[in-house]
Structures are given as C-alpha cells and as structure tokens.
C-alpha cells in the first residue's frame, strides 16, 4: 500500500508529523477494508494499491496507478467506509 501526499509546497517539520500521524490512522482503516473487499485476487500484500491523499482536506482517493481490477472491487464502497462521503474518490 502506498500513500502520495498532497501537499502544496509545504515541507516544514509539523507538515511531516501531520502526515505521519495521518497515515498511521489511514494505514489500519484501509487495511481493513482491503481484507473484507479483496479475495486474495489483486496483490495479496497490497502492494499494487496506491492512494492520494490530500492533507488539508483530509480526503483519501484511489489513485489511477492502482490496477483497474482492483478499482472496481474496492470503489463502491471505499468513499462511505475510508472518507465518509459518496462523492467518487478516484484520482
């Protein structure tokens, strides 16, 4: 699993930590969800999954570097359970 960060240029220590605080709250939340919607089928390590995500908003998108197989298993209900929403989180 691999996250990108959307940050706009900013690059200063509590940036950092946010995102590293960030993360280790996302990390456990989308490996939950990748256990109960993916069947061993897309990479069972997760390493072929790729998200954005953007700081401020604090919004996780599937990013278009994850497989297109493995989109469609996660996309219906990733927005509800990872962001809270129904608004479509493919980057």
């Known amino acids: ?9 900013d ?3 509590a940036t950092k930590r946010a995102c590293i605080d960030m993360e280790y709250s996302l990390r456990p939340r989308i ?22 995500v953007d ?3 604090k919004w996780v998108w599937i990013s278009e ?8 298993k996660i996309l ?5 359970e990872i962001n809270g929403s129904v608004v479509p989180s493919v980057a």
């Open 31 to 52: 490996t939950r969800f990748l256990l109960k919607k993916i069947d061993g089928e897309c990479c069972g390590d997760f390493s072929c999954f790729h998200f954005d």
């Open 65 to 72: 570097k994850t497989p297109r197989e493995c989109i469609k």
């Open 1 to 9: 699993m691999h996250f990108n960060w959307l940050i706009s240029g």
């Open 55 to 57: 700081l401020k908003r």
């Open 76 to 80: 219906p209900d990733f927005d509800i």
């Open 11 to 13: 690059n200063n220590p």
